[in-house]
């Protein structure tokens, strides 16, 4: 089989992880040309990669690259509508979550999606990729816990970073659409159930010019699932000790327990301090694998004409649930969900 030959769209911080991991890692992946708006970007890809189609924009590329398939890791705002053009063009396309910032625009995706089957589409959950997650699945299709009706799940990240996501906010959607759309898939996906209300509190606890682009660093919500079934999810931009992202499941009969304290590896410290074990430091150090895997799923997909396990559907109810949450914190009510 030929390999397939992909454009990377958006070469920032998440961006040039998945170009190195499709042209250094990922068998039967070939980066043919990269698009940014940041010049020292398509510099890096040149140089890192030896890429030598090298864009500044979007339409450009669809127009004059060859290439079966784009991926895109720009900024969240631009997501639908590049996805959009590049399946009308014909291609393959992979689509960082989150795959729209508006219902609207997800359920043109969904639509784009539709009318070209022939076109792999798969969306950027990534946590259904990692393996813990993964088994966590597989034991509840096995029956292992019974019926699962109660998903908690929370998303957590170092304060450090805070400053780097204010700025974040305005093309992001803001904290439920950009970290808490992980653990509503997850919520999803575990229950097999789509959500019918949704509410949200929130606050700017420690930095509070999350509060001045309307916005939290703080998040509580809570979902209930059109059989009654429930989600209880949570977000911090404001941890000290490390990314802590974490899930249980509770079922009929038993709890799955995935990541509860965020450990680095299997090294305990004994020292003045006490004993102690070194955490994760970033969302990437700990789902690596899971991105490896996730981008290695979508070149197989899109080289064998297989379904990926996460689509376009997975990315508007996603959104649609990222969307009341933040309806439910700004305005202060229970949001109800229409199809
Ligand atoms: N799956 C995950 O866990 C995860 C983690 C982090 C980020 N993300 C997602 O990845 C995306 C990128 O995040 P990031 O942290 O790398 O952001 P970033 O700001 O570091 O990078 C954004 C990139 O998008 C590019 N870009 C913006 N508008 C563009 C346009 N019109 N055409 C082409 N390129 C354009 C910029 O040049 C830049 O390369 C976001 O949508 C984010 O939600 C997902």
Not at 21 to 37: D, F, K, Q, Y
Not at 122 to 136: L, Q
Not at 184 to 208: Q, T
Not at 309 to 336: H, M, N, P, Q, Y
Request: proline share 4%; charged share 25%; with cysteine.
């Amino acid at each position: 089989m030929k390999p397939l030959k992909i454009g990377m769209v958006g070469l920032g911080r998440l961006g040039k992880r998945h170009a190195e991991n499709l042209a250094l890692r990922t068998p039967g992946a070939s980066i043919e040309a990269a698009c940014s708006v940041v010049p020292e970007e398509l510099e890096w890809a040149q140089e890192r990669l030896g890429v030598k189609n090298l864009f500044g924009d979007y339409g450009a590329m669809l127009v004059s690259a060859d290439i079966d398939a784009v991926f895109i890791a720009s900024s969240s705002a631009v997501h639908a509508a590049q996805a959009i053009a590049a399946l009308k063009a014909g291609k393959h396309v992979f689509c960082e979550k989150p795959m729209g910032i508006s219902i609207q625009e997800c359920l043109e995706v969904e639509a784009a999606a539709a009318a070209h089957p022939k076109s792999t589409f798969m969306v950027g959950f990534v946590r259904r990729f990692d393996p813990s997650y993964r088994y966590a699945k597989e034991l509840i299709e096995q029956g292992a816990i019974g019926e699962p009706f109660l998903v908690r799940s929370q998303t957590v990240d170092l304060d450090e970073y805070a400053a780097f996501q204010v700025g974040f906010v305005p093309t992001s959607g803001g904290i439920f659409m950009d970290m808490n759309i992980h653990d509503i898939d997850l919520a999803r996906w575990y229950l097999g159930d789509e959500v019918n209300s949704a509410y949200a509190i929130g606050g700017s606890f420690v930095h509070p010019e999350f509060a001045q682009v309307m916005d939290a660093d703080n998040t509580c919500a809570l979902l209930t699932f059109s059989t009654g079934k429930m989600a209880d999810l949570s977000v911090s931009r404001t941890a000290f000790h490390g990314h802590d992202t974490h899930t249980e499941i509770v079922g009929s009969r038993g709890i799955l327990k995935i990541g509860i304290t965020p450990v680095k590896n299997r090294v305990e410290i004994f020292d003045s301090f006490g004993a102690r074990k070194p955490c994760v430091r970033d969302f990437y150090e700990r789902f690596e694998e899971a991105f490896r895997a996730e981008a290695a799923a979508f070149v197989e997909c899109a080289r064998s004409g297989a379904t990926p396990i996460v689509g376009a559907r997975d990315g508007t109810e996603a959104t649609r649930v990222g969307f009341c949450l933040t309806e439910s914190f700004r305005k202060g009510r229970i949001a109800t969900i229409r199809r």
